[in-house]
């Protein structure tokens, strides 16, 4: 599969028809165990690719499909599937982190892995330095001798900052650190980190690549030796396995995705142009806008702009109460990367203490984007035309 096209690839990727069936679509293999006829370990130490499915917790048949198709989209060697992002996420963190080392992460990010990141980590004695990642040099400044980990999100949620991933990685990798891409907002249609020097790509399944608002689901991406050491502990011994159930409703949400993309892109930018032309709105991010301050690594870096918009209109409370009360198409919800239309009003005050943490400068240049609140809304495959009418009925 690795000389066809991105469609095929995301239709057959890991698929072939049943061995005995003949049935065309994959099979949900919903066992947790398996009757094995050869000697095999009790212990997931001993397990290697040769070792036939014993537990569901350790590898399925189901899941491993999903894994093959995602590692073709990313272009990557080997694939962990999880239950959640935060799953996938957490692995990541936990098992290249100990007491005494240094992370360097996105002042900016999901919540989950901000709370983590600037509280669970430094509470077990890892040191952990929050910057601006847009800024090269803000990166290239933290960096330090024990250094173990460079974790950035683009687009960062929520304001939609872009990340220059082959500078971060000359950076992460000339003080030995590895860099560790969450790339839920741009999926593999539109950027695959991989290529661009990253050592490790997270997904949430559930938003893009899944793309339909039913089953939960991660994954992390990379090299083999990158994933063999992942695989141990943050797969097998923290237990965050995910459902086959999940992993087939993930897989076939997945085949469709380069022209769920196509469309998310189409819409996202018809909507932010008109809400950059809507005398409420005074501020609108979107990576395919001209008007977005890194819009020049966006063309260099993502090969679809993706769906994802953060807008902040004047008396943005008030705007919110009539978002809840009067949208018709759109759903006022919180998660992203959906077939339908998402939007949920993110408070600056709340994310900022519960968070991001942020103070001083930080704190002041968040604020200069988002001011009281920003709004993220997740652009879906509706016509454009009714996605732009709700939006201007409430606002």
Request: net charge negative; aromatic share 6%; with cysteine.
């Amino acid at each position: 599969m690795n000389s066809k096209g991105i469609q095929t690839t995301a239709i057959h990727g890991g698929e072939t028809p049943d061995a005995e069936t003949r049935a065309s679509s994959p099979n949900i293999v919903m066992s947790s165990t398996f009757v094995v006829d050869r000697p095999v370990s009790f212990s997931v130490n001993n397990m290697d690719d040769e070792t036939p499915y014993v537990y569901t917790r350790w590898s399925n048949p189901t899941t491993r499909q999903l894994e093959t198709k995602l590692c073709l989209l990313e272009h990557a060697e080997q694939c962990i599937a999880f239950a959640s992002g935060m799953a996938a996420s957490s692995a990541i963190l936990l098992s290249q982190l100990h007491r005494g080392d240094h992370l360097v992460v996105s002042n900016t990010n999901y919540p989950g892995i901000a709370e983590i990141t600037r509280n669970l980590l430094p509470a077990n004695g890892i040191e952990v330095t929050s910057v601006n990642t847009s800024r090269l040099e803000s990166l290239e400044q933290a960096m330090r001798q024990n250094t173990r980990v460079v974790w950035i999100e683009t687009p960062s949620n929520p304001l939609l900052r872009l990340t220059d991933i082959a500078g971060a990685a000359r950076i992460a990798h000339a003080s030995g650190a590895i860099l560790a891409v969450d790339s839920t907002f741009a999926s593999p249609v539109a950027t695959r980190p991989l290529d661009l020097g990253a050592d490790l790509v997270m997904h949430s399944l559930t938003k893009y690549i899944g793309g339909h608002g039913d089953a939960l689901g991660g994954a992390i991406l990379g090299s083999n030796m990158m994933i063999s050491r992942l695989r141990e502990r943050g797969a097998m011994h923290y237990g965050a396995a995910i459902s086959p159930f999940n992993a087939w409703l993930i897989m076939r949400g997945a085949a469709t995705l380069p022209l769920r993309m196509r469309v998310h892109q189409e819409n996202a930018l018809a909507v932010a142009q008109y809400l950059e032309n809507h005398e409420a709105v005074e501020i609108v991010r979107y990576p395919g806008l001209e008007s977005h301050p890194q819009h020049d690594l966006a063309t260099r870096q993502m090969e679809n702009f993706s769906g994802m918009i953060a807008f902040r209109t004047r008396q943005p409370r008030r705007v919110a109460e009539n978002l809840m009360k009067q949208l018709e198409v759109i759903h006022y919800a919180v998660s992203l990367g959906h077939h339908r239309s998402l939007v949920f009003f993110m408070e600056t005050q709340d994310l900022v203490q519960s968070s991001f943490k942020l103070t001083g400068a930080e704190l002041k240049e968040y604020e200069e984007v988002a001011g009281e609140g920003i709004f993220r809304l997740s652009v879906g495959l509706e016509d454009s035309r009714d996605l732009v009418a709700d939006l201007d009925r409430a606002l």
